[in-house]
């Protein structure tokens, strides 16, 4: 019964700033990754940004250069910081975290959150 609980979508201007929250909860016994996909209407959901349990990032394309990925004080917890925010970055994002959990299974399961919309108007 692992969950992910995304946080902090919202509305924000053109060139504004968001910062989005991750949790994930559950019998999770390690993650080897956590980070954000986003979805966008009549789009296919693409990388944002991925960070791993030792500290390495990854980083889409479109968003290099203005979002952070990073791990929180918090062990299973990542954040999103989206600056200069342009209108094409409106999707939904969507929290995912590779993770293996006290099932008694030697694999790892990727698992997703519910999404948070992101709206940025020009």
């Known amino acids: 019964q692992v969950q992910l609980v995304e946080s902090g979508g919202g509305l924000v201007q053109a060139g504004g700033s968001l910062r989005l929250s991750c949790a994930a909860s559950?019998?999770?016994?390690?993650?080897?990754?956590m980070g954000w996909y986003r979805q966008a209407p009549g789009k296919q959901r693409e990388l944002v940004a991925t960070?791993?349990?030792?500290?390495?990032?990854t980083y889409g394309d479109s968003v290099k250069g203005r979002f952070t990925i990073s791990r929180e004080n918090a062990q299973n917890t990542v954040s999103l910081q989206m600056n200069s925010l342009k209108p094409e970055d409106t999707a939904v994002y969507y929290c995912?975290?590779?993770?293996?959990?006290?099932?008694?299974?030697?694999?790892?399961?990727?698992?997703w959150g519910q999404g948070t919309q992101v709206t940025v108007s020009s």
């Open positions: 960070v791993t349990s030792g500290g390495t990032t």
């Open positions: 559950g019998s999770i016994v390690s993650i080897n990754n």
């Open positions: 995912t975290a590779l993770l293996k959990t006290y099932s008694g299974s030697l694999s790892w399961y990727r698992y």
